[in-house]
């Protein structure tokens, strides 16, 4: 998903094809509901919903814009199928 962002990958002087750009909201849609309902399982998966199956993790920053400002963000927990799995 970093490739679909605004993100200038290091040494480079602008981000990785600039017109195919998505915003960050775009990539994560397009990584979760709209996977999920290209495969028919939108019902099942693909948005933290009461019922849906969900892995997901929690990151150190609650900002989207700190974690593309500093370019990462470290995994505080890890949960696979709703059920922590790190640490």
């Known amino acids: 998903m970093v490739e679909a962002v605004p993100h200038i990958p290091p040494g480079w002087d602008t981000a990785w094809i600039p ?8 990539a994560l849609k397009g990584y979760t509901l709209s ?10 998966l693909g948005s933290l919903s009461l019922g849906k199956l969900a892995d997901f993790v929690i990151l150190s920053t609650d900002s989207w814009d700190d974690a593309i400002a500093e370019e990462c963000a470290s995994v505080e927990a890890t949960y696979v199928g709703g059920v922590q799995a790190y640490p």
């Open 19 to 26: 017109t195919e750009r998505l915003s960050l909201n775009e």
């Open 35 to 44: 996977a999920a309902r290209a495969c028919f399982l939108d019902s099942d």
